[in-house]
C-alpha cells in the first residue's frame, strides 16, 4: 500500500507545479507530455510485468520498480530542458507501473478469494486517497519549495519501502512450466500501446484528428494489435494468454471495467471546466471541489471490500449495485445548468464516487477467482489495463464531442443582434475556445473588444452553451456506465475459493 501510493501520487501532484515548470523550462508546447509520458509508460508496463510476474515472482519485480522509479524521481528532479524531464517521467512511469500493477496482484498472493475483498478495497482506497492529496500535496511543496521537490520527496518515502520489500516481503511462488520470454509479443504490445496513446493525446490537441501523425498512429496501432493476438494465439508462452478471454466472467469484467474506466476519466476531467466556466469558481478551487469525487471513491471501495468479504462474496449483485449508482450520478450530472448550484454538484460527484469506487474491488476479485493461481498476475494486470485504455479513449472521444458541440451550441443560442454587436473573429475564437470563462486574462481581453453592454450577455450564452455541452457529455458517460451494468447482468457468480 505504501508503494502504491508513492507511485500513484505521482499521476496528480505534478499537475498544480506545470505552471512553474513551464516557467522554469520552457516547452509550453510540450507541457502536456510531463503527464503523459508517465501515464503512456505506465500503462504499457502493466501488462507485460503482470505476466512476467507470473514466471518470475512478485519481489525482484516489485523492488525492481521502486528503484527504476527512484531513479526516474531523481533524474526529473534535476531535469534542465522539458523534453529531459518527459524523457525522465517517462523512466519514472516504468516504475510507477511495474508497483502499481503488483499492488493488486501481491494481495491474491497473500490471502485467498473469500478473504481478498476486504484487503482489494484497502488498495484501492490508497489508491483514491492519492488523487485527493496530490494536487493540494504538489502545489504545497511548489509553494514553499520548489517544483523539483516534487520528485526529490519520493526518496525519503520510497528508499524505507525499498529496504523493507528487500527484508520482509515474501518471495512468492510460481506455477509457470516455461520461462521463455515472448520478446515479439512484448514489442508488439509496446508498440500498441504507446501508439494508441500517444494518438489519443495529440488527437485535437497538438495535430487535428485527421492529420497524418494522428491517422499515421491509430493506423499503427490496429495493425500491432491484430499482429499481437495473431502471434499471441499461436506462441507457446505469450505474455498475455488469449485463453484468460475465453472465461466468461473474465471477458465481461474487462468489458465492464472498460466502461467504467470511459466514465470515471471524463468525469476527473471535465467537472473543474464546469466549476470554473459555468460556475465561476477559481482553478484552485475547481480542482479542490473533485475531493468529494474522490472521497466518494474511498468509501465505495473500502465499503465493496468489506462487503465482498463478510457477505459471501457476490460480486455480480454488488457489480449491478456499483453501476446503478455510478449511472444515477452520471444521470445527475448530465442535468446541471448554469444555474445549478455548487452544493448539489458536491452531492452528485460524491453519489457517482462511490458506485465508481464500489466497482473497483468487485471485478477485480471476480477475474481473480475465475483464473488459476499461475494466471493471477496477468488476469488482475489486464482488469487495471482496460480500465486506463478506456479512460484513454473516454477523454478523446468525449474532449472531442464536446467541443463540437459547444460550438453548435453556442451558434444556436446567440441571438441574431449578439451576432452581429460581436467582431466575427472573437465570436470564431470563442467557439473553438471559451477561453474568456476561464482565463482572466483572455476576459479582459474579450471586454476590451466589445461594448459593456454586450460582454454579459455574450458571457451568459458562453456558460448555458458550455454547460449543456458539458451535460451531453455525462449521458454519454451514463451510457457507457449503463451498458457496464448490462454485461454485468450476465455475470456468473462462482463461490470465492477460501483457499
Same mark, same amino acid.
Given at each position: 500500500?505504501?508503494?502504491?501510493?508513492?507511485?500513484?501520487?505521482?499521476?496528480?501532484?505534478?499537475?498544480?507545479?506545470? =505552471?512553474?515548470?513551464?516557467?522554469?523550462?520552457?516547452?509550453?508546447?510540450?507541457?502536456?507530455?510531463?503527464?503523459?509520458?508517465?501515464?503512456?509508460?505506465?500503462?504499457? !508496463?502493466?501488462?507485460?510485468?503482470?505476466?512476467?510476474?507470473?514466471?518470475?515472482?512478485?519481489?525482484?519485480? +516489485?523492488?525492481?520498480?521502486?528503484?527504476?522509479?527512484?531513479?526516474?524521481?531523481? $533524474?526529473?528532479?534535476?531535469?534542465?530542458?522539458?523534453?529531459?524531464?518527459?524523457?525522465?517521467?517517462?523512466?519514472?512511469?516504468?516504475?510507477?507501473?511495474?508497483?502499481?500493477?503488483?499492488?493488486?496482484?501481491?494481495?491474491?498472493?497473500?490471502?485467498?478469494?473469500?478473504?481478498?475483498?476486504?484487503?482489494? @478495497?484497502?488498495?484501492?482506497?490508497?489508491?483514491?486517497?492519492?488523487?485527493?492529496?496530490?494536487? #493540494?500535496?504538489?502545489?504545497?511543496?511548489?509553494?514553499?519549495?520548489?517544483?523539483?521537490?516534487?520528485?526529490?520527496?519520493?526518496?525519503? *518515502?520510497?528508499?524505507?519501502?525499498?529496504?523493507?520489500?528487500?527484508?520482509?516481503?515474501?518471495?512468492?511462488?510460481?506455477?509457470?512450466?516455461?520461462?521463455?520470454?515472448?520478446?515479439?509479443?512484448?514489442?508488439?504490445?509496446?508498440?500498441?500501446?504507446?501508439?494508441? $496513446?500517444?494518438?489519443?493525446?495529440?488527437?485535437?490537441?497538438?495535430?487535428?484528428?485527421?492529420?497524418?501523425?494522428?491517422?499515421?498512429?491509430?493506423?499503427?496501432?490496429?495493425?500491432?494489435?491484430?499482429?499481437?493476438?495473431?502471434?499471441?494465439?499461436?506462441?507457446?508462452?505469450?505474455?498475455? =494468454?488469449?485463453? *484468460?478471454?475465453?472465461?466468461?466472467?473474465?471477458?465481461?469484467?474487462?468489458? !465492464?471495467?472498460?466502461?467504467?474506466?470511459?466514465?470515471?476519466?471524463?468525469?476527473?476531467?471535465?467537472?473543474? $471546466?464546469?466549476?470554473?466556466?459555468?460556475?465561476?469558481?477559481?482553478?484552485?478551487?475547481?480542482?479542490?471541489?473533485?475531493?468529494?469525487?474522490?472521497?466518494?471513491?474511498?468509501?465505495?471501495?473500502?465499503?465493496?471490500?468489506?462487503?465482498?468479504?463478510?457477505?459471501?462474496?457476490? +460480486?455480480?449483485?454488488?457489480? $449491478?449495485?456499483?453501476?446503478?449508482?455510478?449511472?444515477? @450520478?452520471?444521470?445527475?450530472?448530465?442535468?446541471? #445548468?448554469?444555474?445549478?448550484?455548487?452544493?448539489?454538484?458536491?452531492?452528485?460527484?460524491?453519489?457517482?464516487?462511490?458506485?465508481?469506487?464500489? #466497482?473497483? =474491488?468487485?471485478?477485480?476479485?471476480?477475474?481473480?477467482?475465475?483464473?488459476?493461481?499461475?494466471?493471477?498476475?496477468?488476469?488482475?494486470?489486464?482488469?487495471?489495463?482496460?480500465?486506463?485504455?478506456?479512460?484513454?479513449? @473516454?477523454?478523446?472521444?468525449?474532449?472531442?464531442?464536446?467541443?463540437?458541440?459547444?460550438?453548435?451550441?453556442?451558434?444556436?443560442? *446567440?441571438?441574431?443582434?449578439?451576432?452581429?454587436?460581436?467582431?466575427?473573429?472573437?465570436?470564431?475564437?470563442?467557439?473553438?475556445?471559451?477561453?474568456?470563462?476561464?482565463?482572466?486574462?483572455?476576459?479582459?481581453?474579450?471586454?476590451?473588444?466589445?461594448? =459593456?453592454?454586450?460582454?454579459?450577455?455574450?458571457?451568459?450564452?458562453?456558460?448555458?452553451?458550455?454547460?449543456?455541452?458539458?451535460?451531453?457529455?455525462?449521458?454519454?458517460?451514463?451510457?457507457?456506465?449503463?451498458?457496464?451494468?448490462?454485461?454485468?447482468?450476465?455475470?456468473?457468480?462462482?463461490?470465492?475459493?477460501?483457499?
Amino acid at each position: 500500500m505504501l508503494a502504491l501510493f508513492v507511485a500513484s501520487l505521482d499521476q496528480t501532484v505534478v499537475g498544480t507545479a506545470i =505552471p512553474r515548470i513551464v516557467a522554469d523550462l520552457g516547452g509550453f508546447d510540450r507541457f502536456t507530455w510531463i503527464t503523459s509520458a508517465y501515464i503512456v509508460a505506465s500503462t504499457t !508496463a502493466v501488462p507485460i510485468v503482470g505476466r512476467l510476474s507470473d514466471m518470475y515472482g512478485r519481489k525482484v519485480f +516489485y523492488i525492481g520498480g521502486i528503484v527504476v522509479f527512484l531513479v526516474g524521481s531523481v $533524474l526529473s528532479g534535476f531535469s534542465q530542458s522539458m523534453n529531459q524531464l518527459i524523457a525522465f517521467r517517462a523512466i519514472q512511469g516504468l516504475g510507477g507501473g511495474t508497483m502499481m500493477a503488483l499492488a493488486f496482484v501481491t494481495v491474491g498472493d497473500l490471502f485467498p478469494p473469500a478473504d481478498r475483498g476486504k484487503y482489494q @478495497g484497502f488498495v484501492a482506497a490508497v489508491f483514491g486517497l492519492s488523487s485527493v492529496i496530490g494536487p #493540494t500535496l504538489g502545489g504545497f511543496i511548489t509553494d514553499t519549495l520548489s517544483w523539483n521537490w516534487i520528485f526529490f520527496i519520493n526518496l525519503p *518515502i520510497g528508499i524505507p519501502v525499498a529496504i523493507l520489500f528487500v527484508l520482509f516481503f515474501p518471495s512468492g511462488r510460481q506455477n509457470v512450466a516455461s520461462r521463455r520470454l515472448d520478446v515479439v509479443g512484448m514489442s508488439l504490445l509496446v508498440l500498441s500501446v504507446s501508439s494508441l $496513446l500517444v494518438a489519443l493525446s495529440w488527437g485535437g490537441v497538438q495535430y487535428a484528428w485527421a492529420s497524418v501523425q494522428v491517422v499515421g498512429l491509430l493506423i499503427a496501432a490496429v495493425a500491432s494489435t491484430a499482429t499481437f493476438v495473431f502471434v499471441e494465439l499461436r506462441i507457446a508462452n505469450p505474455i498475455m =494468454p488469449m485463453g *484468460i478471454y475465453r472465461d466468461r466472467v473474465v471477458g465481461l469484467s474487462l468489458i !465492464a471495467v472498460f466502461c467504467t474506466g470511459f466514465g470515471m476519466f471524463g468525469g476527473i476531467v471535465f467537472i473543474p $471546466l464546469f466549476f470554473q466556466g459555468v460556475l465561476g469558481a477559481s482553478a484552485t478551487s475547481s480542482g479542490s471541489f473533485l475531493t468529494p469525487m474522490m472521497l466518494g471513491m474511498v468509501f465505495g471501495a473500502t465499503i465493496s471490500g468489506q462487503t465482498l468479504s463478510r457477505l459471501g462474496g457476490h +460480486y455480480r449483485t454488488q457489480g $449491478l449495485i456499483g453501476l446503478g449508482i455510478m449511472a444515477t @450520478g452520471m444521470f445527475l450530472l448530465s442535468g446541471m #445548468t448554469e444555474t445549478t448550484s455548487f452544493g448539489q454538484v458536491v452531492v452528485y460527484l460524491v453519489i457517482t464516487g462511490f458506485g465508481i469506487g464500489t #466497482t473497483f =474491488p468487485t471485478f477485480t476479485i471476480a477475474v481473480q477467482n475465475a483464473v488459476p493461481y499461475s494466471q493471477l498476475g496477468v488476469v488482475t494486470a489486464a482488469n487495471q489495463f482496460y480500465r486506463s485504455i478506456g479512460g484513454a479513449l @473516454g477523454l478523446a472521444i468525449l474532449g472531442s464531442i464536446m467541443a463540437r458541440r459547444f460550438a453548435d451550441g453556442l451558434d444556436a443560442k *446567440i441571438s441574431p443582434n449578439l451576432r452581429e454587436s460581436v467582431p466575427a473573429e472573437t465570436l470564431a475564437g470563442m467557439s473553438n475556445n471559451p477561453q474568456a470563462l476561464v482565463n482572466p486574462d483572455a476576459l479582459e481581453e474579450f471586454r476590451e473588444s466589445v461594448s =459593456p453592454e454586450v460582454v454579459d450577455q455574450l458571457l451568459d450564452v458562453l456558460r448555458s452553451s458550455l454547460a449543456t455541452a458539458i451535460g451531453d457529455l455525462f449521458l454519454i458517460a451514463m451510457a457507457t456506465a449503463l451498458v457496464a451494468l448490462v454485461v454485468t447482468a450476465f455475470l456468473k457468480e462462482t463461490p470465492l475459493r477460501d483457499k
